[in-house]
């Protein structure tokens, strides 16, 4: 039976009115901590889960009754019970942990559970006395090495709250995928462009801010579906924090000190991404102001993700205009610091880390995971000169190419592919082993998933740009959508699915290119 979120509402919130009626001692609590009563839902912003590993995974709520109103307190610690079961009517419930949700983390909830049966999903809810919160599926991977015959997964990108409505996401939990993975510009910080609804905030700097924000993406109903269906893996980009931030360096609001303020708006914007989303205590702050979000996510003998942060370590971009604190293009021919090796998008400790798992047996692929497009994207400006882009990969191209050689030494024992986003549209590409060189090898083939919602007006500008660029394949920005794809020991069946416009919630998501990957031969097959 297909899991139904949706339906799982629905269900829930019978539940609830049946449950104050019928149980007589309802859990009470800690000592520690109050479990007040709620006059309103306290479980508006839905459940997710996340980082599976083959003995658990990261379950996630946020009590939040009135969750678009900055001034609305939930007094002191909260007690949360969380129930987890091997049936979706819970009458085989397994674990029961406790958790205290607490007001300096706006009451979220990330209950790290373990102990569990691999490979195989589970469910989960969450209580506070009387209040149950909608049903989550999320599932446990297979041990480390064992067999593993097939696997589904959807990568998505670039939902901005006012370009359009989450369909998409519905959709995609409609294709009940075993993991799904968010690729960056999970929300934006700025509004602009055409609204068929509106941001809480106009451009974010404040705590309060970022979470308005996130309360706003996350009582949307196609989304808490997504998030119910399936367990999320992540990475990010910039509209996270800011357009084009690099590492502690980035835009802050008109009149504000940039120095002085934009380590403070990223702070305030990755303390509400934590507490927005299922990860690990590992991804608190640390000591120096980071958030640890690159790793690894291991699937039997099958494939692993290895999912990069292109955000915090980065470099400067190359050669930036006086005062300059987003990316802009820059001279080839005259900007040295493009081909500089010392400098680096994502730190000599993620490096060695990539270099040590990246494309490692047991598995038969590997997925890298980043945010936007990694092909080299050679462009000219009005007077035929060639210019870079320093935002992307092509802004740092030494520090592409060390991932690059590792694809090209390891292709033999394990095949890889490259997913991405940022876009705000669809790309096919050739991972070449030297961009210079068109007849070189192609090291594995690369696919940009196109945006939930998120406009581009470039395709006959992208087009324009092919002949000089043989690598890429294809690319439309004329639709929205993500990406879904079914793996077997043999192959790679990747699907881009898309819809003409998600102003409107009728519309129906089909494949606009359907592509065949076989293991070992790193072609893009149109299938």
Same mark, same amino acid.
């Given at each position: 039976?297909?899991?139904?979120?949706?339906?799982?509402?629905?269900?829930?919130?019978?539940?609830?009115?049946?449950?104050?009626?019928?149980?007589?001692?309802?859990?009470?609590?800690?000592?520690?901590?109050?479990?007040?009563?709620?006059?309103?839902?306290?479980?508006?912003?839905?459940?997710?889960?996340?980082?599976?590993?083959?003995?658990?995974?990261?379950?996630?709520?946020?009590?939040?009754?009135?969750?678009?109103?900055?001034?609305?307190?939930?007094?002191?610690?909260?007690?949360?019970?969380?129930?987890?079961?091997?049936?979706?009517?819970?009458?085989?419930?397994?674990?029961?942990?406790?958790?205290?949700?607490?007001?300096?983390?706006?009451?979220?909830?990330?209950?790290?559970?373990?102990?569990?049966?691999?490979?195989?999903?589970?469910?989960?809810?969450?209580?506070?006395?009387?209040?149950?919160?909608?049903?989550?599926?999320?599932?446990?991977?297979?041990?480390?090495?064992?067999?593993?015959?097939?696997?589904?997964?959807?990568?998505?990108?670039?939902?901005?709250?006012?370009?359009?409505? $989450?369909? #998409?996401?519905?959709?995609? @939990? !409609?294709?009940?995928? *075993?993991? /799904?993975?968010?690729?960056?510009? &999970?929300?934006?910080?700025?509004?602009?462009?055409?609204?068929?609804?509106?941001?809480?905030?106009?451009?974010?700097?404040?705590?309060?801010?970022?979470?308005?924000?996130?309360?706003?993406?996350?009582?949307?109903?196609?989304?808490?579906?997504?998030?119910?269906?399936?367990?999320?893996?992540?990475?990010?980009?910039?509209?996270?924090?800011?357009?084009?931030?690099?590492?502690?360096?980035?835009?802050?609001?008109?009149?504000?000190?940039?120095?002085?303020?934009?380590?403070?708006?990223?702070?305030?914007?990755?303390?509400?991404? $934590?507490? #927005?989303?299922?990860?690990? @205590? !590992?991804?608190?702050? *640390?000591? /120096?102001?980071?958030?640890?979000? &690159?790793?690894?996510?291991?699937?039997?003998?099958?494939?692993?993700?290895?999912?990069?942060?292109?955000?915090?370590?980065?470099?400067?971009?190359?050669?930036?205009?006086?005062?300059?604190?987003?990316?802009?293009?820059?001279?080839?021919?005259?900007?040295?610091?493009?081909?500089?090796?010392?400098?680096?998008?994502?730190?000599?400790?993620?490096?060695?880390?990539?270099?040590?798992?990246?494309?490692?047996?047991?598995?038969?692929?590997?997925?890298?995971?980043?945010?936007?497009?990694?092909?080299?994207?050679?462009?000219?400006?009005?007077?035929?000169?060639?210019?870079?882009?320093?935002?992307?990969?092509?802004?740092?191209?030494?520090?592409?190419?060390?991932?690059?050689?590792?694809?090209?030494?390891?292709?033999?024992?394990?095949?890889?592919?490259?997913?991405?986003?940022?876009?705000?549209?669809?790309?096919?590409?050739?991972?070449?082993?030297?961009?210079?060189?068109?007849?070189?090898?192609?090291?594995?083939?690369?696919?940009?998933?196109?945006?939930?919602?998120?406009?581009?007006?470039?395709?006959?500008?992208?087009?324009?740009?092919?002949?000089?660029?043989?690598?890429?394949?294809?690319?439309?920005?004329?639709?929205?959508?993500?990406?879904?794809?079914?793996?077997?020991?043999?192959?790679?069946?990747?699907?881009?699915?898309?819809?003409?416009?998600?102003?409107?919630?009728?519309?129906?998501?089909?494949?606009?290119?359907?592509?065949?990957?076989?293991?070992?031969?790193?072609?893009?097959?149109?299938?």
């Amino acid at each position: 039976m297909q899991f139904d979120p949706k339906r799982r509402l629905f269900l829930n919130a019978w539940a609830m009115g049946a449950a104050a009626a019928s149980m007589t001692s309802p859990w009470r609590g800690s000592a520690m901590a109050q479990t007040p009563k709620f006059l309103s839902d306290p479980f508006t912003m839905g459940v997710a889960s996340g980082d599976p590993n083959q003995d658990g995974f990261v379950l996630w709520t946020r009590l939040a009754p009135e969750p678009l109103d900055p001034d609305y307190r939930i007094d002191g610690l909260v007690d949360v019970q969380c129930e987890i079961a091997e049936d979706e009517a819970f009458t085989k419930i397994v674990r029961r942990e406790f958790a205290v949700a607490r007001p300096d983390n706006a009451h979220s909830v990330h209950v790290e559970v373990g102990g569990l049966k691999p490979n195989r999903p589970y469910f989960y809810r969450f209580r506070v006395g009387l209040a149950v919160s909608p049903i989550g599926r999320t599932r446990t991977t297979p041990e480390f090495g064992a067999p593993l015959d097939k696997l589904r997964f959807a990568w998505h990108s670039c939902a901005h709250y006012e370009q359009g409505l $989450f369909t #998409a996401y519905g959709d995609l @939990a !409609r294709q009940n995928p *075993d993991v /799904i993975l968010s690729l960056g510009d &999970y929300i934006y910080e700025v509004s602009y462009g055409a609204a068929v609804r509106r941001m809480p905030v106009e451009d974010a700097f404040s705590l309060s801010d970022y979470r308005l924000i996130h309360a706003a993406h996350k009582l949307d109903a196609d989304l808490q579906a997504a998030h119910a269906v399936a367990p999320w893996l992540y990475i990010w980009d910039d509209h996270e924090v800011a357009n084009d931030y690099q590492g502690d360096f980035g835009k802050v609001l008109p009149g504000q000190d940039p120095d002085r303020d934009f380590p403070v708006r990223k702070f305030n914007a990755y303390k509400a991404f $934590f507490e #927005a989303n299922p990860m690990r @205590a !590992r991804s608190r702050f *640390d000591a /120096i102001n980071r958030m640890r979000i &690159y790793g690894q996510s291991g699937w039997g003998d099958l494939l692993d993700f290895t999912l990069l942060d292109t955000r915090q370590y980065r470099s400067k971009g190359a050669c930036l205009s006086p005062g300059r604190r987003e990316a802009e293009s820059v001279s080839r021919a005259t900007c040295a610091e493009l081909q500089d090796p010392s400098r680096t998008i994502l730190g000599a400790r993620q490096e060695r880390f990539i270099s040590e798992n990246f494309m490692r047996a047991p598995f038969k692929w590997s997925v890298l995971v980043q945010p936007t497009l990694f092909s080299t994207l050679f462009q000219k400006n009005a007077q035929g000169d060639p210019i870079a882009y320093t935002d992307g990969w092509s802004g740092f191209e030494p520090a592409r190419q060390k991932i690059i050689d590792i694809m090209a030494r390891r292709r033999r024992e394990v095949s890889s592919i490259v997913i991405g986003g940022d876009m705000h549209g669809f790309w096919a590409s050739d991972v070449k082993q030297d961009y210079n060189r068109p007849e070189s090898d192609t090291v594995a083939v690369e696919f940009v998933g196109g945006s939930i919602t998120s406009m581009s007006f470039n395709y006959d500008r992208w087009n324009r740009l092919f002949p000089d660029n043989p690598h890429l394949k294809w690319q439309d920005d004329r639709v929205r959508g993500y990406g879904l794809v079914d793996v077997t020991p043999q192959s790679m069946d990747v699907r881009l699915m898309s819809t003409k416009t998600t102003w409107q919630r009728n519309q129906a998501f089909s494949p606009l290119k359907r592509y065949v990957v076989e293991r070992g031969k790193p072609v893009l097959n149109e299938a």
